[in-house]
């Protein structure tokens, strides 16, 4: 027995717990109740919660999918200060740790008081101070929500170059011992997060050298910090696959202001030629590095960087004094002017003005790159959550994952995080996460920089339509208006509402509501590419030519968020890749009795409303996605709010047919498979009844024999059937020419074949009338029917 | 049969280490004297044969007149109780302040009982609970009466009592109500006193609404005066823990002829697990 199994049965009795944590529930500090309960057999839960004093619980899921937070309030009885614990400045540290789990307790009463087993408890969610305590004189008022204004309602902690300094002097940790720091960037400047692919904006560079002091400028490095990552694994080259430069090219006679910038590559590694017989000399320009982990917030990161050659690879400008390769070393001496330079930079963007100083060459150094503007870099760099193996898409719900679980401090419902993303594969993402404001440092034209995580993943979940919210046991949950299989296969069985348990109220919700009807759609927060020198991407308007409302009679407009998007989807049709429902769809919203606590937000469920025999209704077990829930202590009732989405019952998209339909025989049966020493004939001994059984023409003889090697398919095939020759006999279309061959009743089977599938007709107690068939284990053309090898199955 | 009441409980602020199980059990003993019976007083971990007793050191010795047993699982097993008082917390010289006693069984007198004697004055208390089989006998709470008011006149025909449960009920679009169970029932017990000859009487009631202080304070109603030291009747143990209303009045009818504003007396919650 299960809450949700008698959550729905009328003269059930109630209570409401409330457990307490200051430790995100490694142990429990309080319990509360509106009765009091040893509700674990050991502990009691005092009666503290007092009548009506559990405000209403609400969840819903986002207008256009920002996430919403769910909040309620709680009264606690504290005439005898048992509750102090939580009130005031003095004990403001706990009201901050504070969690809060609620819980509804339902059974059946009975003369006794019932046994703590006897009980079934659901989660109402768990909880956080949204406002701190409120104290009188006999009571403690309390405002909860959940981690969207928890956990997830403020700015990441990430490391900063300060921390990353910090971390000592290892052999990989070039800012140790000496750092020249650009005016723009202080110290404590957290790094951002980077997921996806596109072009990602670094922060600006950093001078480094060694310890050696001056004159040992070629231990000079360019250090271009680019972002924090929890994936602690070893770097590969491999993550940045392309890194530019904006720069400030000559001539010195203007202002900056007056020059135009230009973006130009560095490819990762250059050839010299020093016009001898010696083959080209290579060398590196750019490495990708990690720093050394850095905790901070009780979590590890690292850093990823570039070290860019001093010269920027550009050979030429190898500094006097230095020690460059040797071969570089012998083209300097050579013919400048007629090296062959292939890759690098070109030498302008290096600031190759040496500086008459005092302090020598490091003067020089210190001003080299001087002219770049920005580094820009393409990789994705803080995916911890199926990370792709080399450049390539990253999807949503993988970053959502990460942002929640990894670099914050909530759990995600790992079931529906795959469902989701396995149901929107088109669901890509790309963006930074900074927790800074400043959207000057953003690669992208759009709008300023979102400060809180809650906002970040608001924007993430409006990009990818997927909807981001804390589930009923407070795990960061996700769900899509996509049908999959586990919508379509759970169709027949969905929890449904019939009119004697709600009151229902229904309309097409219109422009600005969840689910609005659209025929025209905008879209917002498109990116441009300063990198590449393109601007924002066409973004509408898009008609959609199918929706219920013809655009030529009312143009309904809808906008939807895209700045998460790859640059690539945003360029294109996005209809193509987006999840948009331009159908009319209609949203109702009931009250019921505590049942409705089954349903969870993005679930589907039933509903049935006729409005009486004569009148007609317009709900007859249709299905509706929930998207709000109220639960109401006062009166134990729930407030849904739900979408229309009956079309999943008649618009299939998967196959969900019952194979063991398409069963004529299987296993078990007495009879061996012989192959007949006549070609492409069968033979069945035992009680074997092949007219019994139902076999005819079109079937298909299945054959897998355990035993046969990966690589042989003469017993690991299939047969169509072209003949049923006798109770014990088949013959096939081809077969191979062994004969003989003993095959054991256990290894084969003959199933329906394309002609002879079930139908309305033939097997109308499972496919009624009007019914359909989706799938087909062959096709007529007899694909199966011979043993060519694109034929075979299995390995084959 | 005259009525009382009873405001003042022994028990109150006792260390929890003053109370004896002979099970040895010592958890959710703070729960006999807690002032609430949400929380139950369990008598041992496990079942007890029959002779099981709960030992109380006062301190020092106190005049008792009553004892009452309150949310208790007596009902059920053929339950008795024996109230000892001694000077030496072996018992070795006990008085029998109660005689062994039958517990009601029947609704609504089924879960509370008071036993009434004459006074005692010993440190050293023990109840005996007798049993059929074995059992585990629990109690939300336990009163140690120090005295009990009388009331010098009965109740007047018009009393009564009533149950309550507290639900939340949900109507549907086609009027099917669906109800849920959230505690009950909630006992009430209404009374009125009427053409009480002079003052006095009518002062003994506005007395015991002072001693309740509106309702703040539990008071003990004890529906038949029965201080005997010999087993109680059924009657002589009815009683509820209630609180009364915020206020209450009187007025002169006639000449020295006093009704008493009706009350009612509301039974404190024992919904307990």
């Not at chain 1, 759990?411 to 149901?423: F, Y």
């Not at chain 1, 669901?427 to 800074?436: K, L, T």
């Not at chain 1, 509402?497 to 927060?525: C, H, K, M, Q």
């Amino acid at each position: 027995m299960s809450f949700d199994t008698i959550a729905g049965l009328p003269g059930l009795e109630r209570i409401i717990r409330c457990d307490v944590s200051l430790n995100g529930f490694s142990s429990i500090a309080y319990r509360y109740a509106t009765r009091a309960g040893r509700y674990d057999g050991t502990n009691w839960w005092t009666r503290r919660i007092p009548t009506g004093g559990l405000g209403s619980i609400s969840r819903r899921l986002g207008r256009d999918r920002i996430a919403a937070a769910s909040t309620t309030s709680l009264v606690l009885e504290n005439a005898d200060g048992g509750v102090d614990w939580i009130c005031g400045r003095e004990h403001i540290a706990d009201a901050a740790a504070a969690r809060f789990r609620i819980y509804i307790g339902v059974f059946q009463p009975g003369p006794n008081p019932p046994a703590h087993t006897d009980i079934q408890w659901k989660q109402l969610g768990e909880f956080v101070c949204a406002q701190w305590p409120k104290q009188n004189n006999d009571a403690v008022q309390i405002a909860l929500s959940d981690d969207f204004m928890g956990r997830l309602g403020s700015g990441l902690q990430l490391p900063t170059i300060a921390d990353w300094k910090l971390v000592g002097n290892t052999s990989n940790n070039p800012i140790y011992s000496g750092v020249g720091l650009p005016s723009t960037l202080t110290v404590d400047t957290p790094l951002q997060l980077a997921f996806g692919e596109d072009w990602l904006l670094a922060l600006p560079h950093i001078i480094a050298w060694g310890n050696s002091g001056v004159g040992q400028t070629y231990e000079a490095k360019i250090i271009v910090p680019i972002c924090a990552t929890a994936d602690l694994s070893a770097v590969s080259q491999d993550l940045i696959q392309d890194v530019r430069v904006e720069w400030l090219p000559p001539p010195e006679t203007l202002e900056d202001n007056q020059r135009a910038s230009q973006v130009i590559a560095i490819q990762r590694s250059g050839s010299i030629q020093d016009g001898t017989a010696n083959a080209p000399t290579t060398f590196t320009t750019w490495t990708v590095e990690k720093s050394p982990t850095i905790t901070k917030g009780g979590k590890s990161f690292q850093i990823v960087y570039l070290v860019v050659r001093a010269d920027l690879g550009d050979a030429r400008f190898e500094p006097v004094g230095s020690s460059p390769d040797a071969a570089v070393a012998r083209a300097v001496a050579g013919r400048q002017s007629e090296l062959a330079y292939q890759g690098g930079y070109p030498p302008d963007a290096v600031d190759s003005i040496a500086t008459p100083s005092p302090a020598g060459q490091s003067v020089t150094f210190a001003r080299r790159a001087a002219r770049v503007l920005r580094w820009y870099v393409k990789g994705r760099f803080s995916a911890v959550t199926n990370p792709p193996g080399t450049l390539g898409m990253e999807h949503s719900v993988d970053a959502m994952v990460d942002l929640v679980s990894v670099y914050s401090s909530a759990t995600v419902n790992s079931t529906e995080a795959a469902r989701t993303k396995a149901g929107a594969p088109f669901a890509s993402c790309f963006g930074v996460v900074q927790p800074w404001t400043e959207k000057a440092n953003k690669a992208e034209n759009g709008e300023p920089l979102p400060l809180s995580l809650r906002q970040v993943l608001s924007a993430l979940a409006q990009s990818s339509d997927i909807d981001i919210f804390q589930d009923w046991t407070g795990l960061i949950s996700f769900a899509s208006d996509v049908y999959d299989f586990t919508i379509a296969s759970s169709i027949g069985s969905m929890l449904e509402f019939r009119e004697t348990e709600v009151r229902i109220e229904r309309w097409v919700p219109s422009a600005g509501e969840r689910g609005a009807a659209f025929n025209r759609v905008f879209f917002d927060g498109g990116r441009g590419e300063p990198v590449l020198g393109e601007g924002v991407p066409f973004q509408g308007p898009f008609d959609v030519s199918a929706s219920d409302i013809p655009v030529a009679t009312r143009v309904v407009e809808a906008v939807f968020q895209q700045g998460w998007r790859p640059r690539r989807q945003q360029a294109q049709n996005p209809l193509t890749w987006r999840a948009l429902d331009g159908r009319t769809r209609d949203r109702i919203r009931m009250r019921t009795h505590r049942g409705g606590l089954r349903l969870e937000l993005g679930g589907y469920f039933k509903v049935t409303w006729t409005r009486g025999s004569s009148l007609g209704g317009p709900y007859s077990g249709s299905v509706f996605q929930c998207d709000g829930l109220v639960f109401n202590p006062a009166d134990d009732s729930v407030d849904v709010e739900a979408l229309w989405r009956d079309d999943v019952q008649t618009e299939r998209s998967y196959i969900l047919d019952d194979e063991t339909l398409l069963v004529r025989s299987k296993g078990g049966l007495s009879g061996n498979c012989t192959e007949n020493a006549t070609p492409e004939v069968f033979d069945f001994g035992g009680t074997i009844n092949l007219t019994t059984m139902g076999v005819v023409n079109g079937d298909i003889l299945i054959i897998r024999e355990a035993s046969e090697a990966a690589d042989s398919f003469l017993y690991n095939r299939t047969y169509r059937i072209a003949q049923v020759n006798s109770t014990t006999q088949i013959e096939v279309h081809t077969a191979h020419t062994e004969t003989g061959h003993v095959t054991a009743n256990a290894e084969w089977s003959i199933v329906r074949g394309a002609t002879t599938y079930p139908t309305a007709i033939s097997d109308p107690t499972n496919y009624p009338s009007g019914g359909d068939l989706y799938g087909k284990v062959t096709q007529a053309s007899g694909l199966y029917s011979d043993s060519s090898t694109g034929n075979r199955l299995l390995s084959g | 049969m005259s009525h009382g009441y009873a405001t003042v409980n022994a028990l109150t602020g006792l260390a929890a280490g003053s109370f004896t199980w002979s099970s040895g059990q010592t958890a959710g003993r703070d729960k006999l004297n807690d002032g609430v019976q949400d929380e139950l007083a369990l008598g041992s971990a496990s079942a007890q044969a029959s002779g099981q007793t709960l030992s109380v050191d006062l301190g020092s010795a106190v005049s008792l007149v009553g004892i009452a047993l309150l949310g208790h699982n007596l009902s059920v097993g053929s339950c008795t109780v024996q109230v000892l008082a001694d000077s030496v917390n072996t018992f070795a010289t006990a008085v029998t302040a109660k005689a062994t006693t039958t517990i009601p069984t029947t609704a609504p007198n089924d879960r509370d009982a008071v036993l009434q004697f004459p006074a005692v004055s010993r440190r050293y208390w023990r109840l005996v609970f007798g049993h059929s089989g074995t059992k585990t006998v629990s109690f939300g709470e336990i009163l140690f009466l120090t005295t009990i008011t009388t009331l010098t006149r009965s109740r007047a025909y018009g009393h009564g009592e009533s149950e309550r449960y507290v639900t939340n009920q949900n109507e549907s679009s086609t009027g099917s109500v669906r109800a849920t169970l959230l505690s009950g029932p909630i006992r009430t017990k209404r009374f009125s006193f009427r053409d009480m000859r002079g003052t006095a009487e009518r002062d003994e009631l506005m007395a015991m609404f002072r001693a309740s202080r509106g309702g703040v304070t539990p008071l003990l109603w004890i529906d038949t005066i029965e201080s005997v030291s010999t087993a109680a009747t059924a009657a002589g143990q009815e009683c509820l823990w209630s609180q009364m209303s915020e206020s209450h009045g009187w007025t002169e009818n006639d000449f020295s002829l006093y009704d008493v504003d009706g009350f009612e007396l509301r039974g404190m919650s024992r919904e307990v697990l």
